[in-house]
């Protein structure tokens, strides 16, 4: 089993920026690629960006190209999401999960292991 717990959610003006992690316990962390993924009030679940087990690829959503970046500290059992630029539309609960392929694959079908999440809320 896999254990992952966000933070780093909160209330942001339009334009500003928020880090987001996620630490994980149990199984071997560097085993898998981990990705983000956010859902909206009434909307699906969509992804955001993934990264694989060694953090060498990183996959981008078009709404996060530019402003987001995700990384990780396989020392640290820890991944990241730095978003900068922030819109209204990014609105939405974060969800960090892991992916058993370490490929950090972009659909959430995927991922076996999912946090909690934490809520992004970002003001006009």
């Known amino acids: 089993q896999v254990q992952l717990v966000e933070s780093g959610g909160g209330l942001v003006q339009a334009g500003g920026s928020l880090r987001l992690s996620c630490v994980s316990s149990g199984r071997t962390f560097s085993n898998y690629g981990m990705g983000w993924f956010r859902q909206a009030p009434g909307k699906e679940r969509e992804f955001v960006a993934t990264?694989?087990?060694?953090?060498?690829?990183?996959n981008y959503a078009d709404s996060a190209k530019g402003r987001f970046t995700i990384s990780r500290d396989n020392a640290k059992n820890t991944v990241y999401l730095q978003m900068n630029s922030l819109k209204p539309e990014d609105t939405a609960v974060y969800y960090c999960?892991?992916?058993?392929?370490?490929?950090?694959?972009?659909?959430?079908?995927?991922?076996?292991?999912w946090g909690q999440g934490t809520q992004v809320t970002v003001s006009s």
């Open positions: 990264i694989n087990w060694t953090g060498s690829n990183t």
């Open positions: 999960a892991a992916d058993g392929t370490g490929w950090g694959i972009t659909v959430a079908s995927v991922y076996k292991f």
